[in-house]
């Protein structure tokens, strides 16, 4: 990809051939899907046809081994269409499949689960956050006691995506609570074959479609085996995948705003006052460009990121790289510009605006979970100005 984001051919071929099916086969259920609030059943065997399950998954394992480039165009291009949706789909593919890929020591799990993420046939999540513990990650306090050769799991998470549909749940534990952070493991289980687990879905105004779940464990066994990486590791596998959720994440939110500008233009346009279409108007005119401006300067941080950690040969963010520091800027800057988009958005459709069977109203309340979720808008201007007093800024990255 060339700074002036012009796609390979490859790349042009990805977007068309999931924009063509976002408008055929997602649009003409959404307004149903929203309002019943259920994520339409085939989505991931829809997107496993498309060939985006597993994009930078190795061939080996059912995946078409390329980047976090073409990972963020998918995701952007779903978004399209819906961004609760492409968050789904991020959040299965990218936090819990891809993270479990590139820290799992054995192979014979990756090679039993990762097939599976790719058909469809497995749906993931990733557990984080608890009741008490959000941006402070650090402080969870779900339990894994060791037991002979298993672990007895208790404790909660909280506003897991896809919690109330996973097959595969990927999530962090206390092992050693005395050594604070350096105390915590992560570990996998098949949810739907657990004992011991619970999953209440939360009700959301926004990102309706894509499920959300309160997670209950008391005394779950899981076997020793399902450690990811290493015994009191957890946090490096956090950290690892953070800046890959960050970055492709910023796809749902450019999705969105792409598509507010995109219907804005056409209603500003048809709509007519004063007899002449409310285009015309400089107020509006003026939010329309302002809309493209803020658009575009968060594509170029967003697809920047993504270049920088495809350039990367162990694409590890965390604390001390360039990589965090990209990471949370370009979502701290898509997010916070995608809201403002969907309320411009918003205001140009007057009250139609503010009615369901616009799509704007979705994409308005879809938007506003960016500045809150994969880490607020506050943690992530922590972690710029973090790296930035590192190095005062030496990379220039």
Same mark, same amino acid.
């Given at each position: 990809m060339a700074l002036d984001f012009t796609f390979t051919e490859e790349q042009r071929m990805l977007e068309d051939s999931v924009y063509k099916w976002g408008m055929d086969w997602?649009?003409?259920?959404?307004?149903?899907?929203c309002e019943i609030d259920e994520m339409p059943p085939d989505i991931f065997k829809e997107t496993a046809n498309l060939g985006i399950n597993g994009i930078v998954f190795e061939e080996k394992y059912g995946g078409t081994a390329m980047g976090y480039?073409? /990972?963020?165009?998918?995701?952007e291009t779903i978004a399209r269409v819906s961004n609760a949706l492409s968050m789904t789909v991020g959040a299965s593919q990218t936090l819990a499949f891809d993270n479990f890929r590139r820290n799992s020591k054995n192979e014979e799990h990756k090679m039993?689960?990762?097939? !599976?993420? %790719?058909?469809?046939e497995y749906i993931g999540c990733i557990g984080i956050t608890e009741p008490n513990a959000g941006s402070d990650a650090m402080?969870?306090? /779900?339990?894994?006691? !060791?037991?002979?050769?298993?672990?007895?799991i208790n404790g909660s998470k909280i506003f897991i995506t896809n919690g109330?549909?996973?097959?595969?749940?990927?999530?962090?534990?206390? /092992?050693?609570?005395? !050594? &604070?952070?350096?105390?915590?493991?992560?570990?996998?289980?098949?949810p739907k074959e657990a004992k011991g687990y619970t999953c209440e879905k939360i009700k959301k105004w926004g990102m309706r479609t894509s499920p959300t779940g309160l997670i209950t464990f008391e005394d779950m066994e899981i076997p020793e085996?399902?450690?990811v990486g290493e015994l009191n590791k957890g946090v490096k596998v956090l950290t690892a995948g953070l800046c890959t959720e960050r970055i492709t994440l910023c796809g749902c939110t450019l999705g969105s705003m792409r598509r507010c500008l995109q219907d804005s233009l056409q209603y500003s346009k048809e709509r007519v006052q004063f007899g002449k279409p409310i285009a015309s108007f400089q107020l509006i005119a003026g939010k329309l460009a302002d809309m493209y401006c803020e658009y575009k300067a968060s594509r170029?941080?967003?697809?920047?990121?993504?270049?920088? %950690?495809?350039?990367?040969?162990?694409?590890? &963010?965390?604390?001390?790289t360039d990589l965090d520091r990209m990471a949370a800027a370009a979502l701290l800057y898509c997010g916070e510009k995608g809201t403002k988009i969907g309320l411009d958005a918003v205001q140009i459709h007057g009250g139609y605006g503010y009615c369901t069977e616009y799509g704007v109203t979705r994409h308005f309340l879809d938007q506003k979970l960016w500045e809150i979720g994969a880490g607020t808008s506050e943690i992530r201007r922590i972690i710029i100005s973090r790296e930035l007093l590192r190095d005062n800024f030496a990379s220039g990255n």
């Open positions: 997602l649009e003409p259920q959404m307004e149903h899907m480039i073409e /990972t963020l165009l998918a995701y039993d689960i990762l097939p !599976k993420s %790719c058909s469809g402080s969870l306090a /779900t339990r894994a006691e !060791k037991k002979g050769d298993k672990y007895i109330p549909v996973a097959d595969f749940f990927l999530f962090y534990a206390k /092992t050693e609570p005395e !050594k &604070g952070p350096h105390g915590i493991t992560a570990f996998w289980f098949y085996e399902n450690i170029w941080m967003a697809y920047s990121a993504a270049s920088y %950690c495809d350039a990367l040969e162990d694409k590890v &963010g965390g604390k001390g």
